[in-house]
């Protein structure tokens, strides 16, 4: 990936977490925090910690000179307990999330706290803008990078394998190697599962690579695209979205840009057709709509409330729930997605079976007691998209609230979370999504900040070169 100058300000951007309390829900953090602390401190310990931070005094549980000397150390979250360096985290899954976290809780602790990585994949895929290699302005290459130099910089122990079961009584994690790792606490990123049962014939249309979905970190992609060279000009390619909430919203639609782009110039009479299940465009509706319309109107072609039910792989035919079947000659079908199988198999899915609900504060699982969960496998908060960069800045929020408790102090009530999210239109212009999202300890949940989700101005070339900024410091922050 070609990696600019990191000088696009995108640090202003990122979640802050400064520890403070503020008087309002203070009630709630104690109760979280005992809540998050039981079994694991005794009173005298519990009062030292909330003295530590200054809680007492903001619930008028101490004298006003001791508040006043506490609050001279409010927010000194330092790594000093034995706890810290004697305790063993383990994170599932080196995408967005386990990267952040692996390598923040490392630095954090100054390289005391022992952190284990499992994760089967030896290169991380980036997979935002890679749908620029649809639109053959860039090669798959550049999206990925391996995953050696991160663990070894920052003395990580990565497990090269797959987690296949937990046992959270016994704070036990099998691999399937048969192996099993003891932690003092887990934090599961494992992403999303693509449920393919739900598309009849697509598990078997999969299999003999006929149609691909290329959303994860695999070589898919470089299928898609083989499938998109080899289509006749006049040809149809479909792209069918999922129900929401799926893994990055905006990314079905800056695909068949892509897809668009490429076809424009190289078989202008071919056919993108948008097969969406949900009722309108989820993300930057307005701006895609007008930029299809004035760039790429007689090859996209968008089509709301369609949900895909079935493939027939030979005939390349799609059956819909209400329409009539469509055959077309590149059929790119994204089944509905659910939080990985570690995750659910081991009962952490508690939202219809598909996401994982978390207690914000420090992202541990609700039916779990020193089970964190992150990124695209939660159920997030009102208006928290299933982005990299959020599963990013929700590492980075876990990191500090992971040690702090370990160094018996009180995880930030007033973290903040961000959102951004590019989406290219040709090779050049892109338009965004932003967002921040703050702690709110009376709803015990995160809320976006009033204002901070503002309409992307029209797609532009500055917007595209911003792209690749962001994506150039989001690699640095990921893995090196
Ligand atoms: C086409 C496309 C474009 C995108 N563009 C953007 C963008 O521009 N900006 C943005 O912010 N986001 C973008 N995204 C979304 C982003 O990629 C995801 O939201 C992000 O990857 C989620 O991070 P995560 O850490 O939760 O999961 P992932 O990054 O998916 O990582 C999960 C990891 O867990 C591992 N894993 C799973 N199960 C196990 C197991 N049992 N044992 C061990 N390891 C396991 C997997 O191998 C994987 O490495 C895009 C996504 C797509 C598909």
New binding site residues.
């Given amino acids: 990936m070609p990696r600019p100058k990191r000088d696009h300000g995108i640090g202003d951007m990122m979640p802050k977490t400064v520890l403070a309390f503020s008087d309002p829900g203070s009630q709630r953090i104690e109760e979280d925090f005992q809540g998050i602390h039981q079994n694991r401190m005794n009173k005298r310990d519990f009062n030292h910690a909330m003295a530590s931070m200054g809680l007492l005094g903001s619930l008028g549980l101490l004298p006003e000179a001791a508040t006043a000397q506490n609050s001279s150390t409010r927010g000194a979250a330092t790594p000093q307990s034995a706890q810290l360096s004697q305790a063993h985290v383990v994170v599932?899954?080196?995408?967005?999330?386990?990267c952040t976290v692996a390598k923040t809780l490392r630095q954090l602790s100054k390289n005391t706290l022992r952190v284990t990585l499992?994760?089967?994949?030896s290169n991380?895929l980036m997979?935002?803008?890679?749908?620029l290699v649809l639109g053959e302005s860039e090669p798959f290459a550049h999206f990925t990078q391996a995953l050696a130099p991160l663990t070894k910089a920052h003395g990580i122990d990565w497990i090269q394998?797959?987690?296949?079961g937990l046992e959270p009584q016994k704070k036990t994690l099998k691999l399937a190697n048969a192996s099993t790792l003891t932690y003092d606490k887990l934090v599961l990123?494992?992403?999303?599962e693509l449920v393919l049962d739900a598309v009849e014939g697509l598990n078997e249309a999969k299999q003999t690579s006929r149609i691909v979905q290329?959303?994860?970190?695999d070589l898919e992609l470089q299928v898609l695209k083989r499938q998109l060279l080899e289509m006749p000009n006049g040809g149809t390619f479909a792209i069918a979205i999922p129900p929401s909430p799926f893994?990055?919203p905006?990314?079905p639609y800056?695909?068949a840009s892509q897809v668009a782009h490429y076809l424009l110039t190289h078989k202008p009479q071919s056919r993108v057709l948008v097969l969406d299940a949900n009722q309108d465009l989820l993300s930057n509706a307005a701006h895609f709509k007008r930029y299809w319309a004035e760039h790429y109107a007689h090859i996209i072609e968008y089509r709301p409330d369609h949900l895909v039910t079935g493939v027939d792989a030979k005939s390349l035919t799609l059956s819909f729930e209400v329409q009539d079947d469509l055959q077309v000659q590149v059929a790119n079908v994204l089944p509905p997605m659910r939080a990985?199988?570690?995750a659910r198999e081991a009962g952490m899915a508690n939202v219809n079976d598909k996401w994982c609900e978390v207690n914000f504060l420090n992202f541990e699982s609700r039916l779990q007691r020193d089970v964190h969960i992150?990124?695209?496998?939660i159920q997030g908060a009102p208006l928290m998209p299933?982005?990299?960069?959020?599963?990013h800045a929700q590492g980075l929020v876990l990191a500090k609230a992971i040690v702090a408790e370990l160094s018996l102090q009180l995880p930030d009530p007033n973290a903040q979370l961000s959102?951004?999210?590019?989406?290219f239109l040709n090779d050049h212009a892109a338009l965004h999504l932003e967002s921040l999202h703050r702690y709110d300890p009376k709803a015990r949940t995160y809320q976006l900040i009033p204002g901070s989700n503002k309409p992307s101005p029209a797609p532009s070339v500055e917007q595209g070169q911003a792209?690749w900024r962001w994506a150039a410091q989001m690699w640095d922050d990921l893995l090196s």
């Fill in positions: 599932v899954g080196a995408g967005f999330a386990g499992v994760e089967p994949n991380f997979l935002a803008l890679s749908n394998d797959r987690a296949v990123c494992p992403g999303v290329a959303w994860g970190n893994k990055c905006p990314g800056e695909r990985q199988a570690i992150l990124g695209d496998a299933k982005s990299g960069h959020m599963a959102n951004f999210c590019y989406s792209a």
